[in-house]
């Protein structure tokens, strides 16, 4: 049982260049969640999924698209990075009737 | 106004110790209060949850005040592997993140 992996762990990309990082659950959960988290910041929600077949914009959407590929995969996608979003990157999910969000273990990218 | 303030920290306690924080939400229909830890450059895992009528989990307490909009989480006799980042999180209409509190226990 992995609970939440990501991938990759760790990418560098130069500004205008695009990327999808990677994240799937093995529990059975039907929401899945992404975040990003920036020194001295809050966990900030990118997008989420509610259930398989939904996507929504969180609080800092822009710059982003997302995929929910199936119920275990959620993918984000940066289409044209900018050095803005030099972050660290976490998925979550969570089973709908409780609260309580398993994290991956994050993705730390830098855009040069 | 940030939705969850915490003191940024970081405190710094020797082994045994007890050492407590606060976080305060700015939404007063926040109806679910969590403690969340993370290790440096490691994912967040939840440490409990807050109830109204406050709670312990060894040695762990977590205490809700509504009146005043925070919550608390005070560790007892601190260990070594206490030493971690403590994010609040406050459920309204979305769960917010605190920016953390961290903690570092010294032997």
């Known amino acids: 049982n992995a609970g939440v992996t990501q991938t990759p762990k760790f990418q560098v990309l130069k500004t205008g260049q695009s990327m999808t990082l990677q994240c799937a659950q093995d529990?059975?959960?039907?929401?899945m969640y992404w975040y990003r988290q920036d020194p001295g910041m809050g966990l900030r929600l990118i997008y989420y999924?509610?259930?398989?077949?939904?996507?929504d914009k969180g609080e800092v959407p822009n710059g982003y698209n997302v995929s929910r590929l199936n119920k275990r995969e959620f993918s984000l996608r940066l289409e044209s990075a900018a050095p803005s979003q030099t972050s660290v990157y976490f998925c979550?999910?969570?089973?709908?009737?409780?609260?309580?969000?398993?994290f991956g273990p994050g993705t730390r990218l830098t855009v040069l | 106004r940030k939705e969850v303030e915490q003191d940024p920290g970081p405190f710094n306690v020797p082994e045994g110790a007890t050492v407590a924080f606060n976080c305060t939400y700015s939404?007063?229909?926040?109806?679910?209060f969590f403690w969340y830890r993370q290790d440096c450059r490691k994912e967040p895992k939840l440490l409990m949850s807050?109830?109204?009528s406050g709670n312990e989990d060894g040695r762990f307490t977590a205490q809700l005040n509504r009146a005043s909009q925070y919550i608390s989480l005070l560790i007892r006799d601190s260990k070594l592997s206490d030493s971690a980042t403590y994010l609040c999180?406050?459920?309204?209409?979305?769960?917010?993140f605190g920016a953390g509190t961290t903690v570092t226990v010294r032997a």
């Open positions: 979550a999910s969570s089973d709908s009737r409780v609260l309580e969000q398993f």
């Open positions: 529990m059975n959960h039907n929401s």
């Open positions: 999924s509610a259930s398989e077949g939904t996507t």
């Open positions: 999180v406050v459920e309204g209409y979305k769960l917010s």
């Open positions: 807050v109830y109204s």
């Open positions: 939404n007063s229909a926040s109806q679910s």
